[in-house]
């Protein structure tokens, strides 16, 4: 069965420096995606980035990349140069050609970034 | 710019009560969900729609239903609330069958039920 798994519970970061938030993923469809959103405070989910299980490159948006190791079938997200908005929680979600509607998703990650 | 809206941001009512929310979006996406979240739970599907007056069970639809008569609008209803109901609900929409396509999602509901 397909599984997303998030293992850190809760991270800190220093302001500017960059953080790594974990996220495997388990599924035996050859094709898959992978997303990441962050939930600030306030509620809303907001999407921050995409890797598709083809694509050959990691995935960059801004300040955001994913770091995807297909054979150890991880899709952690980089956040450089943290500031504190980025203070919020994050999740890791994927989908897969049998399902590709829908979303699995993990349990997030809470990071707090310091001044 | 994708926009989806929730009919409430924070909405009480009491056991029993029949709870109607609301979900509108703008952009003529075929898929639209309802989610709820808890703490430490995640986001759990309740229903999903891809379709007008089309609709499937997601992971924990019971005590729940919902309606989708137009293609902009998905309403999740609680026939009869029960204060385990009492949760985040999150409504999301996204563009078509094609795996790529992200979920966009609605500012929330807060929901208490006492």
């Known amino acids: 069965a397909q599984k997303i798994t998030q293992t850190q519970p809760g991270m800190f970061v220093q302001e500017k420096e960059a953080v790594t938030l974990d996220c495997t993923y388990d599924t035996s469809d050859p094709s898959y995606g992978l997303f990441w959103y962050k939930q600030p405070s306030s509620g809303e989910m907001i999407f921050l980035i995409y890797q598709g299980s083809y694509d050959q490159q990691n995935a960059t948006e801004g300040r955001y990349s994913l770091n995807f190791q297909k054979a150890r079938k991880s899709a952690n997200l980089v956040i450089s140069a943290s500031q504190l908005g980025d203070s919020a929680m994050y999740f890791c979600?994927?989908?897969?050609?049998?399902?590709?509607?829908?979303?699995?998703w993990g349990l997030g990650t809470s990071l707090a970034v310091n001044p | 710019d994708v926009k989806v809206t929730q009919s409430s941001r924070y909405l009480v009512k009491r056991t029993g009560e029949k709870v109607f929310l609301e979900c509108v979006q703008d952009m003529d996406h075929e898929n639209m969900f309802w989610y709820r979240q808890d703490p430490g739970l995640g986001l759990r599907l309740i229903y999903f729609s891809y379709d007008v007056k089309m609709k499937e069970k997601g992971d924990i639809p019971e005590g729940y239903s919902v309606s989708r008569e137009k293609k902009e609008r998905f309403s999740l209803i609680l026939e009869s609330a029960s204060t385990n109901q009492t949760s985040m609900y999150l409504c999301a929409s996204s563009l078509g069958a094609v795996p790529t396509y992200e979920q966009y999602f609605g500012p929330g509901t807060r929901l208490t039920v006492t």
């Open positions: 979600a994927m989908n897969w050609a049998g399902n590709n509607r829908k979303l699995i």
